[in-house]
């Protein structure tokens, strides 16, 4: 079978203790059976790993943080596929979606394709409004709070026990025993990532995760869920294997069909021992270990 040529742009080439998914993208859709792919970087540091591996990309250029505004983004995204004509952009930061799904019809009209959430998908799963989620959908969900000030901090006693996590809006996540290790917490967090601040309650079980692609219609196109065998010290998996849970699987297909998601997904679930399921978090996009979904017959990145 004649494989299809197409030029990827792809987004996430750092590849340290804290991973980005695009190096285990570009290595899904190296292998892939039905897409002969033209690889092009897009980096924000030129010392992301991903640009001097071999075998990953076959060109790479820089592009402005999300943070510079859309016009200066448009522009060198403009100026890429004048040189490169691209066919697809595949973002795999939290970071840079929104502005991703802000030129999404901008870059229609260009002829570049992308397959992301709606906007109101993206915000509707932010962690500030996990509780309300998992109202609307029937999802368990652990208590949480979104906190701004250390006079936020004062109140967390009369609505948390510790140990308590606290995340980022983005990134990070942390845990906390005492209020002064939730001053420390939050400090790192806003100078990173600003606030709000996510302070959430501490379920006990273990951590199970799923990486699904819906069609934006409410149908499952995969999902291969896992349990992460080693983590960094920053919480990534390093190493996983994937698990046989139909309970996991359904949960996913359900919200997918009621959300009617749109793109990549990763649901982070904590297991009671009780055989209970709650959703920590939903990432919308493709996770760093998606490769592990490859190895398991479905190769989501050339799906999507």
Known sequence: MKKRKLNIAVTGLNNTDNPGPGVPVIRALRESEELDVRIIGLAYENLE??????NTVDKTYQIPYPSSGSKPFIDRITYIHAKESLDVILPNFDAELFTFMKAESTFN?????????TIEQFEERNKSNLPEFGKKYDVKVPFSKAITSFADINNLRNHFDYPLLVKGKFYDAYLAYNPEQVINHFNKITAKWGVPVIIQEFIRGTEVNVVALGDGKGNTIAAVPMRKQYITDKGKAWG???????????LTKRVIKETKWRGGMEFEIIKTANNEYYLIEINPRIPAWVYLAVGAGQNIPEAL
């Open 240 to 250: 996983g294997i994937t698990i046989g849970d139909q309970n996991l699987i359904e």
């Open 49 to 54: 790993p991903g640009i001097y591996m071999e």
């Open 109 to 117: 009209e260009m002829g570049i394709s992308t397959f992301l959430p």
